[in-house]
Every structure is written in C-alpha cells, then in structure tokens.
C-alpha cells in the first residue's frame, strides 16, 4: 500500500529523530563513562594540583535516565521505521483514528521527556561549567578540556560530548513536535465527518436509480 504524502513526510521525521536520538545517548553515555561512571551534569570540579578532579558527581541515575531516554526513543523511532517500510511493502495496512490516538499520546509523551533531557543537559553543563571556570583555572569550559584531570584520562572531550548531546535533544524535541502536529492534522482528517451526499451527486444518482430506476431526463 502506496503511503500517503502526511504519513511520508512523519517517516523522515522519524528518522532524524532516530538518528538525534542515538547521538545524545551515545555522547552522554561516552561522556559519564570518561569520568569512570559519574555524573557530571550539576557536578562540582575542585582543584588537585595543577590538575581538574570532579569532587561531588551527580547521582549516576540521572545521566542514566537521560541517555536512556534518549535511547528508547530512538530505538521507538526506529521500530516505527522499519514497521512502515515492511508495511508499505508487503502487508495492506492502515492507520485509522485509534492508532492515531496512540500515536499522539506517545509523542506527546516522547515531546514531554525530550524537554525533560534538554532542560537536565543545558542547566546541569551549566552548572558544572561555573564551578571550573570559578577555580580560576581556566576561563571557559571547553579549555578545561586542554588541561590535565584527576584520575588521568578523566573527561576527555566532555565539553564537546556534552554540548553534541544538548544540541541534539533540542533538535530531536523539534521534530517530535513537528510529528505530533502533522499527527494532529493527520487525526483530525481521519475523523472529520463526511459532508452528506447531495442529490445531484453522481454517487446519489447512482444509488437512487439502482432502487427506483432511472429519472426521466429534464429538458
């Protein structure tokens, strides 16, 4: 069954989530694993010599609610994807108005958490971000990533990590926007009712002589 333009369009939508989706996880995830599984979203940095330490890391579960939000919603939209395409292709199927129902309750939802995880990444980078450049070491966070860290190894890249994820949440909060609005439309077109046949339609004319025979012509 040939998809219709809206249904078309959500697809592609879709797969710039997924691809948003999987770029903040991966980034937040590779991020709280070079700090050796801390959290640094609302961290304090301290400094150990001449070198960084992070001193009070966030609760591991919030970088783990964060990525894995991310993450499930990326692996949603890509489920989606592949369903559509298998569907589209082999099986006669159709979305009618429940499944649009669902459909806009879980992108609400998904619009809902994206919000959540942008707000947690942009507040809690910035948090961390003042308490380095506070420690007059540095004059701003992506130059903490030039200098030296406590255990070595320590937050390599993490400005860049952090500021990839919260760009990418941002961007994947658009799109579920986007979708959830041309579901909306999608929804309401699906239960718009169907304006009532007048009597010099085709289709009326059509019924009624099948029962009563054809009218004679007016001249």
């Given amino acids: 069954m040939a998809l219709s333009w809206p249904q078309r369009v959500e697809l592609v939508l879709f797969a710039a989530a997924f691809l948003c989706g999987a770029v903040a996880a991966a980034a937040l995830t590779r991020t709280q694993g070079s700090f050796s599984g801390s959290c640094p979203l609302y961290g304090v940095a301290a400094l150990n010599g001449s070198s960084l330490a992070l001193s009070h890391p966030s609760a591991p579960s919030l970088c783990y609610f964060v990525a894995g939000a991310s993450g499930l919603l990326a692996l949603y ?26 459909a806009l309750a879980i992108s609400a939802l998904a619009a809902f958490l994206l919000l959540v995880t942008a707000c947690i ?20 966070c992506p130059e903490a990533q030039k200098i030296s860290w406590t255990p070595p190894g320590t937050a390599v890249q993490f400005y860049s990590n952090l500021h990839n994820a919260e760009t990418a949440s941002w961007v994947n909060l658009v799109l579920w926007c986007v979708i959830l ?39």
């Fill in 77 to 102: 939209c890509l489920l989606l994807l592949l369903f559509w395409v298998y569907s589209s292709c082999i099986e006669d199927s159709h979305r009618g108005p429940l499944g649009l129902r669902i």
């Fill in 181 to 219: 609005v041309l579901q909306a439309v999608q929804w309401k077109m699906e239960t718009a009712p169907c304006p009532p046949l007048a009597k010099r339609d085709s289709e009326w004319s059509s019924e009624t002589d099948a029962l009563f025979g054809p009218r004679p012509p007016h001249y």
């Fill in 121 to 140: 990444l942009r507040f809690g980078t910035s948090c961390l971000c003042k308490s380095i450049i506070s420690l007059s070491a540095v004059t701003s």
